[in-house]
């Protein structure tokens, strides 16, 4: 049962739980509790199970941890306490296990050198011993792992992978039998994806081998739904949650943030003009602050900004980068010089995001939009150190879409309105690897196993026909997979209903290749016409969304993709067409469903106040409504913003009479302005994962409504179907492709749509390594991820053959739609528009209408460098000034 508890308890009574030189140590060095700290100590005092959602700096490691340290003095003062593991944290971040290392280190030591001085020489005739801590993580040497084994530490910080391979580790697996304690930190960086999952499984199996029940304790920083999270957190008995309370302290500290633009009109505004005042803003910031920490999201951008600051304004050593193509070495260098206070500024792309110590920082800056609300909480939360500060930060946003969306996510921040997060549910691929580890310990009854793992959360309604099809092809019972060497890993006898492990090399298998995170690396853009002329590189992500025929734009040039062999993509030239996918599209974070929605909201907020004054007879052009102002007043942006958001929609409204809102998906039929070409622009603002699922299902039954592909382009704000010219379509044949798609299998469709796609192929890829398929390591020699991707297009060759239902080809496209694409929540608009609670409707244009501004850009010929996109920008807002104008 999850329960909420709301109210705190007193000082006394959370302190009351703690042993006298627990107590002594904490109200020496603190003033006051935290408000998380006002519930935690009592409740994990009382053996609790627990999660903890409160933000950075509010004391969350010692929320979780002091009322455990009393308990283990309580061992060593009654002499009870053994060279055993009793406490075991987890978190996803090395760094951040070395920190708590760091701080936990020092009340050790503190609250032990208190017992030695009021027991004397007693210490050692009542064997009260230091209550020891250490880490096992992928970086601890051999020689400490094996005085770890000798001497294994009380309180054992480690992460989930390194947790893994401990459960397999017979000798080691012993100390920790008697754990009373786990702690997972960061979970909102688990629970939410495969890397969670696997944990989630390992904890299970912790939990079938200790000695008793042992209390789990989640920490976090912003979580929603926090049942969620709680349901990760406990599992399931029975087919239901696991009894856990909750203590949410996530709103206790307070935020001042605003949206700033630089100028007020961001489309004639030069770009050398909107730089120069962004820099200035951000010198302005670094100037006044002590500590500045700034988000790019991505690592390029990082780079250059911290090389403009330093040619701009002469700084020197205390300005620096932080992002993950760093070394280990440069990036502690940069938190150390953090905490001690000697920077200025850092410059992060995601990489200081999450909870490492970085000491106190006064303001947080982010360029551009984090793309979710949740993230811009995270980031600007790392300012204001201590709990009772104000964490102060601004974004700066450089285009109109992204001043309503930041401005929006700020305001959703301070009205409390996150985004969800989604367990995923009954990864195969991952339940495949817990099934080896679990072999390799002991001889398993079927039964017992599917009980253990229908205990996880994520596997709470695993069905047990995908359990057995696991079961099956570990053991090598699918005719024709040996023959592209995948053998068994496991035996069943059948009869008995009992598997176990085979073979002697399947223990090095499992722990040479355990884990989640895909191996990528980048891939070679080569000409189709001349095999050896290499063009350049991309991400294989960026390749993933790629389709036969789609054109990109790579190092100022247009090619168009035709084929690819393992990690080597062919193409053509294509100067004269237009591009099909943005060069940031694998780069860009996407927008959340939500915050897509909040947006939505907003939108609808100020065209009805637009329709008002319009119904009114009042001009819009010119000075602001009063009605429009107090508005516009209540979101968090400064002056320049508000001025060119109430533009872009007044210059919307003027054009087409619509604002596409949460509540009226436009559909908006325009011609391009120098070629042919015809496009059906969808304002659907629903994210764009829900956007990517919708596009390729329109643009299916469009393609067989007028027998031709269509290209597609997918943005956050919308999806575009492009056609060479103008199709016969109306209203009438928009309306039965909506009937049909409420109508007809979905996912069905999908599956054909995307079973020949690079995304098929590289997922599928992925998917096999998780699920020991195909190896990424074999007797300690490591496979390239080239070699990897030409066995896995053979294997799924295979099983496509053999079986559509196979568990890693069924988890493959699972993957797909509901991870990558959102194919529930593309269900539920559809289902909106059946019930007409989503309104639609069909507007022809002349040319392309202001909201669809952003979409173009990157969709047509003339528009390779950033400098193009502006110029592009500025002729069609120029064409739409003209035609409002002449309207009157």
Not at 228 to 245: F, I, R, S, W
Not at 603 to 612: A, M, S, Y
Not at 821 to 826: E, G, I, K, Q, T
Request: proline share 3%.
């Amino acid at each position: 049962m999850i329960r909420y508890i709301e109210t705190p308890f007193s000082e006394e009574e959370s302190l009351s739980v703690l042993n006298k030189f627990a107590r002594s140590w904490f109200t020496k060095n603190f003033k006051e509790l935290t408000p998380p700290q006002r519930y935690s100590f009592k409740l994990i005092g009382q053996k609790k199970s627990l999660l903890v959602t409160a933000p950075t700096g509010s004391g969350k490691t010692m929320s979780g941890f002091l009322s455990i340290i009393s308990r283990l003095f309580d061992y060593s003062i009654e002499g009870k306490l053994e060279s055993k593991v009793y406490c075991l944290y987890i978190s996803p971040l090395r760094a951040l296990n070395n920190d708590i290392q760091r701080n936990l280190t020092r009340p050790l030591e503190e609250i032990y050198a208190m017992i030695k001085k009021e027991k004397g020489t007693d210490v050692i005739k009542e064997n009260i011993k230091q209550v020891t801590i250490g880490v096992r993580t992928g970086d601890t040497t051999q020689k400490e792992r094996a005085a770890m084994l000798k001497h294994p530490p009380n309180i054992l910080v480690t992460t989930p992978e390194s947790l893994a391979i401990l459960l397999n580790s017979s000798k080691f697996v012993e100390n920790m039998k008697s754990i009373e304690y786990v702690i997972i930190d960061e979970i909102h960086e688990l629970a939410n994806n495969k890397r969670g999952v696997h944990l989630s499984l390992s904890i299970e199996r912790l939990a079938d081998i200790t000695e008793k029940k042992f209390t789990r304790i989640g920490l976090g920083a912003t979580l929603y739904p926090i049942e969620e999270a709680a349901k990760y957190l406990v599992g399931y008995d029975e087919g239901k949650p696991n009894d856990c309370t909750v203590v949410d302290a996530s709103w206790s500290k307070k935020f001042d943030v605003l949206t700033f633009s630089p100028v007020k009109d961001v489309i004639h505004s030069s770009d050398r003009r909107i730089e120069e005042l962004m820099y200035k803003e951000l010198n302005r910031i670094i100037t006044k602050s002590k500590t500045t920490l700034i988000f790019t999201n991505t690592r390029s951008g990082t780079e250059r900004v911290v090389f403009n600051l330093k040619r701009r304004f002469k700084y020197g050593e205390d300005i620096a980068a932080h992002h993950g193509s760093l070394s280990r070495e440069s990036r502690l260098e940069v938190e150390e010089m953090l905490k001690k206070g000697a920077l200025k500024c850092a410059v992060t792309s995601t990489s200081l995001e999450l909870g490492v110590d970085i000491g106190s920082v006064d303001y947080v800056v982010q360029l551009g939009s984090p793309k979710s609300v949740t993230r811009a909480i995270q980031r600007v939360g790392r300012a204001g150190h201590s709990y009772n500060e104000t964490a102060k930060g601004e974004v700066i946003a450089l285009n109109r879409d992204d001043l309503v969306e930041c401005t929006v996510m700020l305001h959703s921040a301070l009205e409390h309105r996150l985004d969800s997060f989604v367990v995923p549910q009954n990864a195969l691929d991952v339940l495949a690897q817990h099934i080896v580890g679990m072999a390799l310990v002991k001889k398993w009854d079927v039964d017992e196993a599917y009980e253990l793992i229908k205990r996880v959360y994520a596997y709470k309604d695993l069905e047990r026909g995908d359990f057995m099809s696991l079961i099956n092809y570990l053991a090598g019972n699918y005719v024709g997979l040996e023959s592209r060497r995948v053998y068994g890993k496991i035996w069943y006898d059948e009869k008995e209903k009992v598997f176990g492990k085979r073979g002697k090399y399947t223990k090095v298998i499992y722990m040479l290749n355990l884990g989640t995170i895909p191996d990528e690396v980048a891939v070679n853009v080569m000409m189709a016409s001349n095999k050896k002329k290499w063009v350049g590189n991309i991400e294989e992500e960026f390749l993933m969304k790629l389709k036969p025929g789609d054109v990109f734009a790579l190092g100022g040039h247009l090619y168009r993709f035709e084929y690819s062999r393992a990690m080597k993509c062919y193409v053509s030239e294509a100067n004269a067409a237009s591009p099909t996918i943005p060069p940031w599209f694998s780069e860009q974070l996407p927008l959340s469903y939500e915050l897509a929605n909040y947006i939505g909201e907003f939108r609808l907020g100020l065209f009805n106040l637009l329709e008002e004054e319009m119904k009114a007879g009042n001009a819009l052009k010119g000075k602001m409504p009063k009605a429009i102002e107090k508005f516009l007043d209540g979101f968090p942006m400064d002056e320049n913003a508000k001025a060119a958001i109430y533009n872009y929609f007044v210059e919307q409204i003027l054009f087409t009479k619509y604002i596409p809102n949460r509540d009226m998906l436009i559909i908006e039929g325009t011609n391009d302005i120098s070629s042919d070409k015809y496009y059906l622009i969808f304002h659907s603002l629903f994210g764009r994962r829900v956007n990517d699922t919708l596009s390729r299902a329109f643009a299916i039954k469009m393609g067989e409504a007028i027998g031709e592909d269509i290209g597609v382009m997918v943005s956050d704000n919308g999806f575009m179907l492009v056609f060479d010219e103008k199709p016969r379509i109306g209203y009438e044949r928009i309306s039965k492709i909506i009937k049909d798609l409420y109508t007809e299998p979905l996912e069905d469709m999908l599956k054909s749509n995307i079973r020949n796609t690079e995304l098929m192929k590289r997922r599928f890829r992925h998917a096999a390594a998780r699920g020991f398929m195909i190896l990424r390591n074999y007797k300690g020699w490591k496979i390239g991820v080239s070699r990897q991707q030409i066995n896995s297009q053979l294997i799924l060759k295979a099983v496509e053959e053999m079986d559509i239902n196979f568990p890693i080809l069924k988890e493959t496209y699972r993957e797909i739609l509901n991870d990558v694409m959102d194919l529930p929540r593309a269900k539920e608009v559809l289902e909106r528009i059946k019930k007409k609670d989503l309104k639609w409707d069909l507007i022809n244009t002349p040319l392309p209408s202001p909201f669809a501004h952003n979409l173009m850009t990157f969709g047509h010929a003339d528009v390779i460098m950033m400098k193009d996109r502006r110029r592009y920008l500025k002729q069609l807002h120029k064409m739409v000034m003209k035609r409002i104008d002449e309207s009157g």
